[in-house]
């Protein structure tokens, strides 16, 4: 089991930035990707950056993150995060760490393990 805990998030204003942090506890890592996962009012769960734990960290990333979002991870620490940049008010969501045991996954139906969820919203 992974037990996944959340922190981060807010309100920001079009343009800005946050940060996400996801600690996972319970199992070694070794083997897994971490990433997130995020949900709009009346939308389904939309992928949004995955990283593989081994190794340097491959990465993959939603096109429409791809240079305003960078995931990254930190071993020691069994925590990995989101930065979020130049956030635009369609960025607004519901945001959650998500983890699975495995190769880099894009499809929210293959994460076993899943954190909290905390609110980002972009004001306009």
């Known amino acids: 089991q992974v037990q996944l805990v959340e922190s981060g998030g807010g309100l920001v204003q079009a343009g800005g930035s946050l940060r996400r942090s996801c600690a996972a506890s319970g199992r070694g890592l070794s083997g897994h990707t971490m990433g997130w996962v995020r949900q709009a009012p009346g939308k389904a769960g939309e992928f949004v950056a995955i990283?593989?734990?081994?190794?340097?960290?491959?990465?993959d990333y939603a096109d429409s993150m791809k240079g305003r979002f960078t995931i990254t991870k930190d071993n020691a620490k069994n925590t990995v995060y989101l930065q979020m940049n130049s956030l635009k008010p369609e960025d607004t969501a519901v945001y959650y760490c998500a983890a699975r045991q495995g190769w880099l996954a894009r499809s929210t139906n293959d994460y076993a393990y899943w954190g909290q969820g905390t609110q980002v919203t972009v004001s306009s």
């Open positions: 990283i593989y734990w081994n190794g340097g960290g491959i990465r």
